[in-house]
Every structure is written in C-alpha cells, then in structure tokens.
C-alpha cells in the first residue's frame, strides 16, 4: 500500500477542479493524500458510520439524564442508568468491529464491480440523490418488515432476536443492539437496495449511499430513543413510525414490525394490539379529564403495565418457556 504518492492527476486526469464546490474539493483531498482509492473508501465508511451513530446516540444520553424531559418519555419510569448504556455501548462497538466493519469494506468493491463511482467527482444533484434514497427507505423498510416477523419465529428468537428485545424501553444507543446474526440478516435490507439500484443502473455515487446511511441511521436511533415529543417527525409525517411506534414493540413483543413507515403494519394488521391500546388510553384519559395529571399517569401507567404482562407472556410463549399455568389463560 502507498500512502501519499498519488497526484490529483492519477485519479482525476480529466476533472476541472475550478468548478467544484467546497465538500467536492473535500473529498478529492481525502482521496489524494490517502492514496489508495479502497483503504480510502473503507475507512471513510467505517469512520462515517460511527461518527454518526454515535454523535445521534450523545442527544439522547444527555436528554435521558435530564428529568425536565421525562414528560416526554414513552415509558417514563424506565430511564436506562448510566451502568445499561455502557455495557450496550460495549456490544454495539464489538458488532460494529467483527460485523459491521468487514461488511462495510466488502461492500464497497462489490459495488464498484457493478458500476458503483467512489473517489470520483463532482457527486451527484439532490434531484438525482432524492428518489434513490426514497427508494431505499421504501426498500428497507418492507425488507424489515419481513425478516423482523421471521426473527420473532421460535427458534430465531430464542437464539438471535431475544438480544435486541433486552431493552423493553428501548434508549437510542439500542438501535443496534443485536446478535451478530441479526446485524447481518437486518443490514442487509439496508444495502440491498443500493446495490440492486446500482445493478440495474449502474450510476451510483457513493455519496447518495453515504447520506442513505445517515438518515437511516437517525430513524433507527430516534426509533429506539424512547421520547415523543409534539415536534417529533410522527406528527409532521402520520405514516412514519417514530419512536412511539417502536417503543411499543419493545414493550408489548408485539405489533409494529417495520422500521420507517407504518403502512405494512396497517394493511396487514400487525399493529392492532398497538390501536387498541392507544385506543384505551385515549379513553381512559377522556373519562378522567377532571382528575389531577398523577391520577391520569397512574391509569396510563396501569394500562402499560397490562401490555407489558402480555408482552411477557407471547416471549415466554415464542420462546417455549412458557409456564402450563400461563398458557391456559
Ligand atoms: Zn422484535
Ligand atoms: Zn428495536
């Protein structure tokens, strides 16, 4: 490997530099001082998906060690100690090492060999990038919704989802949370879409597949964060999930199984117990509008805990553990 003997002229012969914009003149001097078009590719998106996972995960650490924001929290009296966030800390950062990294550098000349641009400037316009990475979202999104049904199969949940449903208040640094199988199985929904769009096309810059894994990246932390505020992108956009739509999954092991949108679970059905349970709580907050806030947490906090106890009863039950006496019921 060579480090620091390439000229702008190996890689870029023909480039006009003067018409590029300050982030393109960026990316050309990463290239060039590098050197090396795949060490510089793979450490790039390596150093991207950390600096972005974690750097979303450090709100969130901070909003939960401030009570003024637990008027906001889903599960309000489930607040991750600083003890749990370390110790998810730790099997995030082993994934991301003996998983993610490998992926991620392997992905790159795959993608490369089926028409993938890299170290290549200028990048694609918003207009070009905007559809793909709609595309995406809508792609991973079904692709989730699928696979996430089949881990809470049995066996596979026993011995590879069950990981991620650790956390029945789930916290952002949660997202990725999983067994190493899971990692694998659920990340490939994320770059089976840039892949097969760059198959079919073959014009595709690593650059929409890098904003691609921002936003992704955002929606899952978000998803697993915990809050719902007024302002959270669920009540802007109804049909993305939100953090409000995940928590209940973790919470009732039931229901709401996609990652983005909530439309599958709605044709489908999967998100019943999840209606009905805002349902009550609407209700049940509507017949005590006189009654003081303690006495409506008291009556949402009642209801939580009955989903809850369902939820434990459909693991137990998925797992083959369950009690002879609960599985009457
Ligand atoms: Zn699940
Ligand atoms: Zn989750």
Redesign the pocket.
């Known amino acids: 490997m060579s480090f620091n003997t390439t000229t702008p002229v190996d890689l870029y012969p023909t480039t006009d530099f003067s018409s590029l914009n300050w982030f393109e003149h960026q990316w050309v001097a990463w290239y060039v001082t590098i050197g090396n078009p795949i060490i510089a590719t793979g450490l790039m998106s390596f150093l991207l998906h950390e600096i972005v996972y974690f750097g979303r995960a450090l709100p969130w650490i901070i909003i939960d060690a401030i009570p003024y924001f637990r008027k906001w929290k889903l599960q309000a009296n489930k607040v991750p100690t600083p003890a749990e966030q370390w110790e998810c800390t730790k099997l995030v950062l082993f994934s991301h090492f003996t998983i993610e990294l490998p992926t991620i550098w392997l992905f790159h000349p795959l993608a490369e060999s089926i028409g993938m641009s890299t170290y290549q400037v200028p990048f694609p316009s918003l207009k070009t990038m905007a559809p793909q990475v709609a595309f995406f979202f809508f792609f991973e999104d079904l692709f989730h919704y699928l696979a996430h049904q089949m881990l809470h199969w049995g066996p596979l949940y026993k011995h590879i989802h069950k990981i ?2 650790k ?1 029945s208040a ?1 916290f952002g640094l ?2 990725e949370y999983a067994h190493p199988a899971e990692v694998m199985i659920l990340g490939t929904g994320t770059i089976l879409g840039p892949l097969l769009y760059c198959y079919f096309t073959r014009d595709f810059h690593i650059v929409t597949m890098y904003l691609w894994i921002t936003l992704r990246l955002f929606q ?1 932390i978000d ?2 964060s915990g809050y719902d505020f007024p302002w959270s992108l669920q009540h802007i956009v109804p049909f993305w999930s939100g953090a409000e739509h ?1 928590d209940f ?2 919470m009732a092991f039931t229901n709401n199984f996609s990652t983005s949108f909530r439309w599958w679970d709605r044709i489908f059905g999967t998100d019943d117990k999840y209606l009905q349970y805002r349902a009550r709580v609407k209700a049940a907050k509507a017949s005590m509008k006189d009654a003081s806030k303690e006495q409506q947490d008291a009556i949402e906090a009642k209801l939580m805990a009955e989903v809850e106890a369902e939820g434990i009863r459909a693991e137990a039950e998925a797992e083959g553990s369950a009690p002879k006496t609960l599985k009457v019921q």
């Open positions: 991620h449903h956390y789930p949660a997202a899952a998803a697993h995940h999954h973790h």
